[in-house]
């Protein structure tokens, strides 16, 4: 009989799922992010990684900002990514954008993009260590309430962000202008 217990690979991927759909996607939705128009987008499980989440608004001037999340199998991580742009021509709605490819915005594609936990003094979005199966289930509550409260605060986030760089001037496919 083992005397610590591990979660399998499936168990541990199934709950940073959960958490993520639970609390992270409420959180972002009430903060006006939608799930992204994009026809290259993904939104829910992947085959290979696990699963991807691109969610995205639109603010005043045509900025489009973008967050992927991701969530691999066999780690403890659910990564929340950032990255913002500036379309031209100018958009009104994100409706506008369904049907376009968007490939370019992905955040994998800039070098404009920040990864949540990058900004000093926030605690990463992972399952810390457990002992037992409730000790496991205590860090993924803690984990789901950390997902939801810095998700419900993006704004801070995007904050950030804007203190580093500043938005990628793109078409609608994401292709750079000047």
Known sequence: MALFYTASTKEMFDL???????????ALNQQG?????????WY??????GSIYD?????????LEMITVYIVRGDRWIQVHL????????????????GNEGFYFGTD???????????????NHKIYSYYTANGLKKRANQLGNRIEKDLTNIDQFITSWHQKYK???????????S
Request: aromatic share 8%; hydrophobic share 30%; with cysteine.
């Open 16 to 26: 940073k799922n959960k958490i993520f759909v639970d609390k992270g996607i409420p």
């Open 33 to 41: 992010f939608v799930q992204s128009p994009f026809t290259t987008h």
């Open 44 to 49: 829910g499980k992947d085959g290979n990684i």
């Open 55 to 63: 969610l995205c608004r639109l603010k005043e001037n045509s900025i």
């Open 83 to 98: 990255n913002i742009f500036e379309l031209s021509p100018t958009v009104t709605s994100i409706e506008e954008l369904t």
């Open 109 to 123: 594609h800039s070098i404009s993009k920040m990864r949540y936990d990058d900004v000093k003094g926030i605690k």
């Open 167 to 177: 938005p990628n001037r793109t078409n609608w496919e994401g292709e750079a202008t």
